[in-house]
């Protein structure tokens, strides 16, 4: 990788890695709204939501595609803000696909919005407005902002592959559009099936070391089934594949994702009129059926709703703050009312 473009690579993702780039706008007519100071500590409930400009990419066609996720700093208070003026994206929203459930914490690469090859200078603006602060940010193609979600330059891993057939189209990378719709009725679970697979590094993939435990500790590189049973319990959870909320996250280039296991998916509600329930948000891997894995969904209200479904490697969360190697798919349900 040639230094100027680890620069770029480097500024675009750490820029956004604590939801730190921001832009800290007042929403026109608001009066004197409290904003957020970038070092604000976490607290369980009544902090900000920011939005986080990860980067551009350009498309085969192209056109380009602006890539956002969130930082939400209550360690306690998921948020529900409707798209409208709270929750807008402009010119030509308010509603662009973003999310109208926020999580806590970091959502990496949650949604990415398609503009124009003739986009140019033009900006976009994504505004949160979340326990009275109002956080806004830029969204445009300058050039330090690219990345390369779909290969990581130093050692040409991708992302993960995640199927909704077992024979079907995989899709790979930044979420692009609705991967896979289902219908559902209230109070009955519904079963979210995905195969994932993962192809791994494909160049400078560290050696064994002399008495060391193998292949498998450099960033994106997968473990061997040796390293995998070396690892410390806290690292697993469940068979081979499961995440684990007490793993530690990926931390960043050469670091491997040291915890996290060699491939892993969760799911999360990214829209809908009401939190849906699923029985394991991150279900286990069955290697021997093809990398199948399976959850429950079930619905307390009807409506339309948006699923987010997210595809790990040993890189962890957000690639570990490089913006590869991990995909995100949406799933849509459409709800139905349960018979009386």
């Known amino acids: 990788m040639s230094k100027a473009f680890s620069v770029r690579y480097r500024r675009s993702v750490v820029a956004v890695s604590l939801g730190l780039a921001t832009v800290w706008a007042v929403a026109a007519g608001a009066q004197a709204p409290k904003t957020t100071l970038p070092l604000d500590p976490l607290r369980e409930r009544g902090a900000s939501i920011t939005p986080a400009f990860e980067g551009w990419y350009p498309n085969p066609d192209g056109s380009f595609s602006l890539l956002l996720g969130y930082y939400n700093r209550n360690s306690k208070e998921p948020l529900d803000i409707p798209v409208g003026p709270n929750n807008r994206i402009e010119p030509g929203g308010p509603d662009m696909g973003q999310p109208t459930h926020f999580g806590t914490g970091r959502g990496w690469g949650v949604f990415s919005i398609a503009v124009p090859k003739d986009f140019g200078t033009k900006k976009l603006t994504w505004t949160i407005v979340a326990n009275g602060f109002t956080n806004a940010i830029t969204l445009h193609t300058q050039a ?31 979420p692009t559009s609705v991967a896979a719709k289902y219908t ?85 509600w990214m829209r809908g009129p009401a939190a849906p329930k699923f029985d394991n948000a991150k279900p286990s891997i069955d290697t021997n059926d093809g990398g199948k894995a399976t959850t429950n969904v079930t619905f307390s209200a009807p409506g339309d709703y948006l699923l987010r479904v997210e595809g790990n490697d040993s890189t962890g969360a957000g690639g570990g703050g490089f913006q590869c190697c991990w995909t995100t798919a949406h799933v849509a349900v459409a709800v139905k009312a349960g018979t009386q």
């Open 144 to 174: 330090d902002y690219v990345v390369e979600p779909f290969e990581d330059a130093a050692n040409k891993n991708t992302p993960p592959k995640l199927k909704f057939e077992p024979n079907g189209p995989s899709v790979s990378g930044a």
């Open 184 to 268: 559902a009725t209230v109070g009955t679970p519904l079963a979210l099936t995905v195969w994932a697979s993962d192809e791994g590094p494909k160049i400078n993939i560290p050696e064994t070391p002399a008495g060391g435990r193998g292949r498998g500790r450099g960033r994106g590189t997968t473990p061997t089934t040796a390293d995998a049973a070396a690892e410390p319990p806290q690292g697993r959870s469940g068979a081979r594949g499961a995440a684990s909320g007490d793993a530690p996250q990926g931390r960043g280039r050469g670091a491997g994702g040291f915890g996290n296991p060699p491939l892993a998916v969760t799911w999360s």
